[in-house]
C-alpha cells in the first residue's frame, strides 16, 4: 500500500481558513469512510482531530472540519490561530485490516 | 481518562532486536486494538502493526517479516518486537489505542525513542 498524497506545506493568515488535501485511491479513501486525521506539534505526540472523515472529538475546536470526495479527504481550519501552527497527518483503512498514513502538512501561521 | 506509558531499550546495534512494552491504565480489554506506530526523525508516520485482547494481530506488509506483538492483559501490557534492525528503524514508537472497526487513534503513549547504530 502507498502512503496517501499530502502537500508538504500550506500557510495562511491568522482569521484566514485553509484546506489541506489527502489524495488516496479507490482501494482505501474511495472505498471507506474511514479517514482520520491528526494535528502534532513540534516535540509532542499526535492529536486525533477528525474521524470517520468528518465527525470531530467533542473536546476538539469546530474550527477543524473534515470531508471526504471521491478518492480525497479535506481538512479546514476556519478562523486560523497562531497555535495551529502545527503538522497535519491523514490516516485511512485500507482494507484487509491495514491502516496507512499521508506523508504530514506542515501548516505555518504567517 | 485512557494513559499509555511506554519503555525499552533506546540505543542498538545493527541486526539487534528493538523491544518495546506498553501500559494501559485502563486495562486492555474490551473492543480495542492497541497498535505502533513510528516516526523517523523529521518524516511522518508509519503504522506497524496491531494487537487485540485476544492476541488477534495485523501487521503492515512492509515490516510483517520482522514484526511480532503480544499482550498481556493481566498486565495491560502490550509489546513490540522488531528483529534485525537497520539504521532506517531509527524512530519513536508510539503505542495508540485503535478504535475498532472505526480505524482511528484516540488515545497515544509518549513515544521512545529508538536509535539504532554501531
Known amino acids: 500500500q502507498s502512503a496517501l498524497t499530502q502537500p508538504a506545506s500550506v500557510s495562511g493568515s491568522p482569521g484566514q481558513s485553509i484546506t489541506i488535501s489527502c489524495t488516496g485511491s479507490?482501494?482505501?479513501?474511495?472505498?471507506?469512510?474511514?479517514v482520520s486525521w491528526y494535528q502534532q506539534h513540534p516535540g509532542k505526540i499526535p492529536k486525533l482531530i477528525i474521524f470517520?472523515?468528518?465527525k470531530r472529538p467533542s473536546a476538539v475546536s469546530d474550527r477543524f472540519s473534515g470531508s471526504k470526495s471521491g478518492n480525497t479527504a479535506s481538512l479546514t481550519i476556519s478562523g486560523l490561530h497562531p497555535d495551529d501552527e502545527a503538522s497535519y497527518y491523514c490516516?485511512?483503512?485500507?482494507?484487509?485490516?491495514?491502516?496507512?498514513f499521508g506523508g504530514g502538512t506542515h501548516v505555518t501561521v504567517l | 481518562q485512557v494513559q499509555l506509558q511506554q519503555w525499552g531499550a533506546g540505543l542498538l546495534k545493527p541486526s539487534e532486536t528493538l523491544s518495546l512494552t506498553c501500559e494501559v491504565n485502563?486495562?486492555?480489554?474490551?473492543?480495542?486494538?492497541w497498535s505502533w506506530i513510528r516516526q523517523a526523525p523529521g518524516k511522518g508516520l508509519e503504522w506497524i502493526g496491531e494487537?487485540?485482547?485476544?492476541?488477534?494481530?495485523n501487521y503492515n506488509p512492509s515490516l510483517e517479516s520482522r514484526v511480532t506483538t503480544s499482550i498481556d492483559t493481566s498486565t495491560s501490557q502490550v509489546s513490540l518486537r522488531l528483529k534485525s534492525v537497520t539504521a532506517a528503524d531509527t524512530a519513536v514508537y508510539y503505542c495508540?489505542?485503535?478504535?475498532?472497526?472505526?480505524?482511528?487513534?484516540?488515545?497515544w503513549g509518549p513515544g521512545t525513542l529508538v536509535t539504532v547504530s554501531s
Open positions: 495508540a489505542r485503535a478504535r475498532r472497526p472505526k480505524y482511528y487513534f484516540d488515545s
Open positions: 485502563v486495562g486492555t480489554s474490551g473492543g480495542f486494538y
Open positions: 494487537i487485540n485482547h485476544s492476541g488477534t494481530t
Open positions: 479507490d482501494d482505501d479513501i474511495g472505498e471507506y469512510n474511514l
Open positions: 470517520e472523515a468528518t
Open positions: 490516516c485511512s483503512y485500507a482494507g484487509r485490516r491495514l491502516v496507512i
